[in-house]
């Protein structure tokens, strides 16, 4: 969407703005956007987030559902992947998912979240309802590999 588009929406009625399109389920290729990093406090190590951008849709998305979806959305639509770091096994998760990136091994954690912008990754893209409003639902990234080449 164009800036003038957004101008259009922030005008209209509230009744009139339309309900965004939500994007497929299935397998995406993801590039990163950005990685944050916020120390810990007396729960956590540490906690952050990946924002990624959709590159492309894999077989296992429905091509009816992207064709709606993209028209509207592909350009601006961001999934957020954030993570909770409390102990060696959640770190171990994040190096991993580090790897699935291709991200360089000789950082340490911290810079290496800081670093993954513009890193690509495999990831299923999920529906999932909230566990206290099951008429509220997020979308979520899942099963992360690596860039098949």
């Keep these: 969407m164009s800036a003038s588009d957004y101008d259009d929406i922030l005008n209209r009625a509230r009744k009139e703005i339309p309900e965004p399109v939500d994007v497929p389920t299935g397998t995406w290729k993801l590039q990163a956007i950005s990685g944050k990093w916020e ?27 992207f064709n709606e979806f993209a028209a509207d959305s592909m350009e601006s639509a961001r999934i957020f992947d954030r993570f909770w770091l409390k102990d060696v096994r959640d770190v171990n998760t994040l190096n991993k998912k580090l790897s699935m990136m291709d991200v360089d091994d000789e950082l340490n954690i911290k810079e290496a979240v800081k670093s993954v912008k513009g890193h690509e990754v495999m990831a299923m893209i999920i529906r999932k309802a909230d566990k206290d409003d099951p008429n509220v639902f997020y979308t979520n990234a899942k099963s992360f590999a690596p860039v098949e080449d």
């Design 39 to 65: 120390d810990g406090d007396e729960e956590y190590i540490a906690t952050g987030m990946f924002v990624f951008k959709l590159i492309e849709p894999q077989d296992d998305v429905d091509e009816e559902l």
